[in-house]
């Protein structure tokens, strides 16, 4: 299990601006090479600016609650579902270890949050020059969140999640570093974000989360 073993053996603990954990190796090259192939459409492409949320409506969470969508913006993201599995069988995998009772009890344990009845929510992700994610903290519907980093174009590392103090000023990055993620739990002072940077070609990863609404993926009991 190359999730839970990242975690178990190689993770690591912060607790500022907020708790949260970053860790190694937690994908297969298998599935590190869906994420790279992943038909991901380009927003400029569309006459479309990034306007600091994913959901590109700029959406604020509140009317956001309990939409697994994201947003009006589901057409140019790329949750893994049943209906396309086929194209990402060993991200299959990977969700069906997250929804596995030895993982997510792991998890739980960690961030100090029941996920005995969550669903489990994958995206794939390719941002592109000029993105940027305005500093926000996550819906209460996400149990768990983070990112997993794919760097296989070997762009900066500053390229990662920016962290942010109550007073959202930037006080960390984590390093946009190939095969590596990290995750937290929502609350009200969990700030994060990206700020304008240079993306030479694409900024690959996958958004991994545990959420209370209803998706394709329930968590075994």
Known sequence: MT??????????????????????NPLTEEAIKEIINADIPDLTKHNLAYDGTRAIDDGAAEFRKGIASGG???KFRC???????YQFPNLVKFIEE???????EVISKMINK?????????EVICDREGFWLKPHCDIEEKLMSGLIFV????????LGTDFYNEKLEKVKTVPYKHNYGYL?????NTWHGMEKKKIVKERRCIQVNYVTFETDWKVKS
């Open 184 to 188: 937290f739990t929502s609350g009200p």
């Open 72 to 74: 009006k913006a589901l």
């Open 98 to 104: 997250l929804q596995s009772k030895e993982t997510y």
């Open 151 to 158: 760097n296989n174009e070997n762009e900066s590392e500053n």
């Open 114 to 122: 029941d996920l005995s009845k969550s669903y489990v929510r994958v």
């Open 79 to 85: 949750f893994v579902t049943k209906e396309n599995a």
């Open 3 to 24: 999730f839970l073993d990242s975690i178990l053996n190689q993770s690591k603990k912060s607790d500022y601006p907020f708790d949260h954990w970053e860790y190694n």
